[in-house]
């Protein structure tokens, strides 16, 4: 199945936004995988990228992608650069897209790739994401490809009000939920819908402040 069978693969599993399926169509997934990995790029499932993490399975993907409902004028903070393969997802749908990665080794090549691929919108940090990046903020729109065990704090302060996060929680060996919060006007708490159950990589560096 290639790029473009994938987006009509995931129409048929119920992905609706027409902008997200033609930016899964118009990326190949085959260059965000390890070499080893290639023959399987093109399946719907999630592939090791090396230190422990993954890139999810294309499926998840578009769901967390639509679930953010961009527009394409929006200012994006996503937590966990990986591979840069939901990055780009995001760059072919959004204003600007802000990235942080805690692990150097994956990071840099991603970096390198995404300027290799042509995209200029997407801003790079390595460090501690679930810090967020507060000089950049407040962002239209969050995503988190890594789950923490509570709603970080910091990254729902760095929201704007009508912002929507999009983020796994729950502990790696604990039932995690696919949550899409969005954040209410000053003084109002915000609104938590749960899109399903899921299972992420845990989110490291200081994210176990809860909400």
């Not at 300027?115 to 962002?139: C, I, K, M, Q």
Request: hydrophobic fraction near 45%; glycine fraction near 10%.
């Amino acid at each position: 199945m290639g790029d473009w069978g994938r987006a009509e693969y995931l129409a048929r599993q119920g992905i609706r936004d027409r902008r997200v399926l033609a930016a899964i169509a118009n990326l190949s997934r085959a260059d965000f995988v390890p070499d080893g990995a290639r023959d399987a790029a093109y399946q719907d499932v999630p592939l090791p990228i090396g230190h422990g993490q993954t890139i999810s399975q294309p499926y998840v993907v578009a769901l967390m992608t639509e679930a953010l409902q961009l527009r394409g004028c929006e200012r994006v903070l996503e937590i966990g650069t990986g591979s840069g393969y939901q990055t780009a997802v995001l760059a072919l749908m959004a204003r600007e897209v802000f990235t942080v990665e805690i692990v150097r080794e994956l990071a840099r090549p991603a970096r390198r790739l995404l300027h290799r691929l042509g995209f200029t919108n997407v801003y790079f940090r390595e460090g501690d994401g679930s810090l967020g990046w507060p000089e950049a903020a407040p962002f239209d729109a969050i995503i988190a490809t890594a789950a923490p065990a509570d709603i970080p704090r910091e990254l729902l302060r760095q929201l704007r009000p009508g912002g929507r996060m999009v983020i796994p929680v729950g502990a790696m060996n604990e039932t995690q939920e696919l949550l899409r919060i969005r954040r209410g006007q000053p003084g109002m708490l915000p609104r938590v819908e749960r899109l399903l159950p899921v299972r992420f990589v845990p989110m490291t560096g200081q994210a176990s402040a809860p909400l």
